[in-house]
């Protein structure tokens, strides 16, 4: 028999039966919308996240730290022993950790290595409070503007070059800063202050004291907001999404002011090394494998991907797990279909093999009716799933804050993929009855009553 | 030609055995008709699965056209089968939910026929049963007399050279049967094919150009010439 003939005839069997098709079908169905949903959601998480990477960590940039242990997990539950040499306590999550730091002559070591272009000391500003005439005055964090970022902006455009004295500030503060909407903040000035670490070192064992010391050094400086950016979805964090940005000369120069005097004076916990052609991944990989031979410990936009990433996967194999259960159990449905179907179809079986049918043809029969179901269940379920996700997709998107993302990203290939993966499990469900319909003795088959 | 020669057939074993044929050794020529006499469990359809290579023999040969079937492969003896048999048995076995044309269709579709000459082939076999009007109805809807009438129209869809015919009319009024006997009688001469018919009806039998009764699995008396 042809394969076209066999396929038809496989068909109209099924549409003969089709209240038992449709259910076997559905239960495959149950499973696959699970699977596509979790592709989707794992597609969206993975691409939210490669976002979020992206747009607040340049590709091209590695990230340098002198610390060993800075990149890699180290156990929490055990105490940390005090080294001497370090010289420096940090917080970093929340944690007390004794931390190397790096200082300009590492950064000027880091910048020798072959491949590395610049290095920029990972720095941002705690101000002591931004303002504007009239208005209340609030804390800020002023961070360099590196060209990659290219945010979203609701006014005003961001040179080549920022100047000095000059800002982007963003959207969050246009009404606490009294403006009425972002055009308008354009070419106003916005004062910041910054104060000096020394005297703050008497307001921890003075407070009273050091409020109204006369020694309290801070600088107030005036900037030029030449643009105003919108709250980005892909912000690390609630509170970088008020970071307001110069350039780094200008951020160095007042960290300087803020360290000056103090054991932290120009020493950094890491540092960005830009690579030459950076977008090269052999030559990216090369830079960090120099940096790392020098004694640094080096972390890639790819990395930091990887460990994100990672994690997303992991959640993705679990809800995985559970939906090939649910298909697992869907197949039995299958088997129990077919082996009805064959008994149902006994004398049909007999006639066919009298007529000169050959065994394998019986059995190849009985074999795609088994993947049609799978593929009519793989069809159903995942059309369900895209459909339902898609109008969905808005609403989620909007409740979780995602932006322009979309939680739930479905791409045909995988889909395509799931829907042929599941017919040829299906056919595996419809061995045992295929060969036993292929099996079946014509003349016992032609007696059956 | 068919060629029996010293056929045995034995069913079980030991103390369960049971010898279904004995030594039957016949000869059946080509274009021939051939009734199959004898009650039930004679063995008469045991003789005809075997003569058309459905059931295997304990012992013995059979020999078409001078060569023996049972030593074709498997798959080789299926394909012979699709081009060179065909069948009508008591109980029609007409797919229901099928219709007639598609019914018709499955010798073809089984000997791999080409799409092409498909449709023409199977409208002459309707014709000739005189079903050419039914060709989109479903088989169920189908009297009696008319399924048997399309299982003839499927046994001769692909101008096979030997029909088996077991207990054709078994199952059908009088008139009906005579209709579908006349009708395969007709087939007989039109298209040149042996009928071979298991019956334990005499007056089938008569018509026949040979009889071959059959008694406890052994050849009791074979006839020659229409009576």
Known sequence: MLFIDIVKRSLRNLLTSKARTILTALAIAVGTFALTLTLGASNGAKEYANNIVRSNFDPTELIVSKDPNLFSRQDATKPQVYNPSFGSISTFGGETRQVQYLNTADIAKIATTKGVSSVQPAITVSLQYITRDGQKKYIGTLAPYNSYQKPELLAGSIPEKIQDNTLILPQGFLSALGFSSAKSAIGQNIRLSVQNQTSLNSITTNPLAALNSSDNKSQESVFKVIAVSATASTSISAATSLYLYTNINQVESLNNYIYSGTSSYQKYLTAYAKVTDGTNLTKLNTAQSLIKGEGYSVQSVVDTEKLITQFISVIEGIVTLFGLIAIIASLFGVVNTMYISVLQRTREIGLMKALGMHRKDISRLFKIEAGLIGLLGGIIGSALAVGIGTALNPAISNKLSLGNSNLLIFKASQILILIVVLALIAIFAGLLPARKAAKLDPIEALRTE | ?227
């Open chain 2, 1 to 227: 030609m068919i060629e029996v020669n010293n056929l045995t057939k034995i069913y079980g074993k030991k103390d369960t055995a049971f010898n279904a044929l004995k030594d039957i050794t016949l000869n059946i020529e080509d274009k021939s008709t051939v009734s199959i006499i004898g009650k039930s469990g004679s063995g008469k359809s045991t003789l005809m699965h075997i003569m058309s290579g459905l059931d295997e023999p304990s012992s013995g040969t059979v020999l078409i056209d001078g060569v023996d079937i049972f030593k074709m492969k498997e798959k080789k003896i299926d394909a012979f089968r699709a081009s060179e048999m065909s069948f009508v048995f008591q109980s029609f076995f007409v797919e229901g939910n099928a219709t007639c044309y598609q019914n018709v269709l499955l010798p073809l579709e089984i000997a791999k026929v080409g799409i092409t000459k498909r449709k023409k082939m199977v409208m002459e076999a309707l014709k000739a049963v005189d079903l050419e009007d039914k060709v989109s109805a479903k088989a169920s809807t189908l009297s009696g007399g008319q399924k048997q009438r399309l299982a003839v129209a499927r046994a001769i869809v692909n101008k096979p050279a030997i029909i088996f015919a077991d207990e054709p009319t078994g199952n059908l009024d009088s008139t009906n049967g005579d209709k579908i006997m006349d009708l395969l009688f007709g087939l007989n001469k039109s298209i040149g094919c042996t009928l071979i018919i298991v019956t334990h009806d005499p007056d089938i039998a008569k018509q026949t150009s040979m009889r071959v009764s059959i008694k406890d699995g052994k050849i009791e008396n074979i006839e020659k010439g229409r009576k």
